[in-house]
């Protein structure tokens, strides 16, 4: 965590509502230095909850926390969450079951958005949606399965032995390395909706556009690494956004380019559109059509632009 007072209690709340048995659990929290008050919140909750431990993690850096929680962890299985989640009551005992039945070493389910505010539960529908994130199926996808990737998964600890920790060079996406890592070894990653986590998306569109344009650096940052972890799909946005930026460029010299950039504009906006449409009537939520068009252009535009501004950054 990093200064996640209004989010942390509520995260570890969650945990503490589990129905796997309570003697059988630990909750390590790596806090960033937070300076609004975090810390006290997990120290108070600590005086009642003798399985709680606190560690810092001066780097202020994900991986780092990360490899830092499980070094300092006892169990047999790490299970990584964020302070914007909360899980289901079911979330440890269902990853314990299917590692158990089906002999596998990583587990994890689906991730569903929610939020306090209007425009932050379109941003949550606009990010559970294929028109959204198509790359990230855990979503959206109902049905269990193998997978390359899950959010909040569950590893056996005799992984870290195997294949290493999480790579610190990397500021996000590191979760989605370890397990391209993780499939490389022979391993297999089980998903299934059953296994249920919520989380809080940011709550403007500068916040989501932030986020996502960081996302979109650091999946360059793993394609750089690992030249085979990168999908077709994920080079659509960059594509879009180049493509609107030479024809736009290249209309003050040739004017009929600018003709071709209005039409590809205009199927774009027909794209996005749809995708409200569609993306709403899943939910029943009709009335967040007017805002999830531009949920989802600046998903779009700002994962693109950061993966292009990613190719040629060191």
Known sequence: ??????????????????????????????????????????????????????????????????????????????????????????FVSTNIKYMNELGVKCTGGTQINVGETYLQRAIGFGMGSVFGIPSAPYRFFPKKRFVDTVVYAAYKRQLFDEVGYFDEELCISEDAEFNWRIRKAGNKIFYTPEIISYYYPRKNLFRLFKQFFNYGIFRVNVMKKHIDSVKLIHFLPPLFVATMVVLSVGGFFVPLLWKLAAVVLALYILYIILG?????????????????????????????????????KK
């Open 1 to 90: 965590m990093l200064n996640e007072r209004d989010a942390i209690e509520r995260c570890i709340n969650s945990i503490f509502a589990q129905d796997y048995p309570a003697d059988r659990l630990e909750i390590v929290i790596v806090d960033g230095l937070s300076d609004d008050g975090s810390q006290q919140v997990v120290t108070s909750l600590m005086k009642e909850h003798h399985f709680i431990k606190l560690l810092e993690n001066p780097t202020r850096r994900t991986p780092a926390s990360l490899n830092i929680g499980v070094r300092h962890a006892a169990g047999d299985v790490i299970v990584i969450l964020g302070a914007h989640t909360t899980i289901e009551r079911q």
């Open 276 to 312: 409200a449409f569609l993306t709403a009537g899943k939910v029943k939520k009709i009335h967040y059509v007017p805002v999830l068009p531009p949920v989802f252009a600046t998903m779009h535009i700002s994962w693109g632009t950061g993966f292009l501004v990613g190719m040629v």
